[in-house]
T-cell receptor
Framework: DAGVIQSPRHEVTEMGQEVTLRCKPI?????LFWYRQTMMRGLELLIY????????DSGMPEDRFSAKMPNASFSTLKIQPSEPRDSAVYFC???????????FGPGTRLTVL | GQQVMQIPQYQHVQEGEDFTTYCNSS?????IQWYKQRPGGHPVFLIQ?????EVKKQKRLTFQFGEAKKNSSLHITATQTTDVGTYFC?????????FGTGTRLQVFP
């Protein structure tokens, strides 16, 4: 298995631009998670899906952030408009169940200038 | 809401010394998991503990789950430079995992 796939691996953009991060979970996993990691705030859960349905989005910072999971093999995290404080590494993870072992993707390093 | 704290935040040790990180939850946990993140990498699952008082070993790593299921520890015996990284605990409360704040371990040769 290829593991969790994320794209792009690096993204540099200017403030105000729209950013879309993509994730392909491991085949057969029914839970998908989006995390943000910074030095200041550590690893934060933004949102997670069970069977493609958003279950808990309480970690989404504000309305500028949105996430979708149109099918079991694809999810997106969109930031519009982006701000410098959104600069972080964004991880996608998947698992067989919401409380089971999570497999993380390599992450997307986002820099907003 | 549920919080999971880890101490220490940072630990520098000489190669060969032991290392311990502690994880404390504000609420009782159903289970606890431990992850390791190498510098520049992503978190990788190490182990899961479920039972009160459970102890598990993986070579030089010993994991414990507290009797009250509100705390846990990871102990590394005789650290090696390959142990460098950040260690996270993740506790399950009601329906989701909450990751701890992490302990960054640096090992000097």
């Amino acid at each position: 298995d290829a593991g969790v796939i994320q794209s792009p691996r690096h993204e540099v953009t200017e403030m105000g631009q729209e950013v879309t991060l993509r994730c392909k979970p491991i085949s057969g996993h029914n839970s998908l998670f989006w995390y943000r990691q910074t030095m200041m705030r550590g690893l934060e859960l933004l949102i997670y899906f069970n069977n493609n349905v958003p279950i808990d989005d309480s970690g989404m910072p504000e309305d500028r952030f949105s996430a979708k999971m149109p099918n079991a093999s694809f999810s997106t995290l969109k930031i519009q408009p982006s701000e410098p404080r959104d600069s972080a590494v964004y991880f996608c993870a998947s698992s067989h169940g919401a409380a089971l072992e999570q497999f993380f993707g390599p992450g997307t390093r986002l820099t907003v200038l | 809401g549920q919080q999971v704290m880890q101490i220490p935040q940072y630990q520098h040790v000489q190669e060969g010394e032991d290392f311990t990180t502690y994880c404390n939850s504000s609420t009782t946990l159903s289970n606890i998991q431990w992850y390791k993140q190498r510098p520049g990498g992503h978190p990788v699952f190490l182990i899961q503990l479920v039972k009160s008082g459970e102890v598990k070993k993986q070579k030089r790593l010993t994991f414990q789950f507290g009797e009250a299921k509100k705390n846990s520890s990871l102990h590394i015996t005789a650290t090696q430079t390959t142990d460098v990284g950040t260690y996270f605990c993740a506790g399950r409360g009601t329906d989701k995992l909450i990751f701890g704040t992490g302990t960054r371990l640096q090992v000097f040769p």
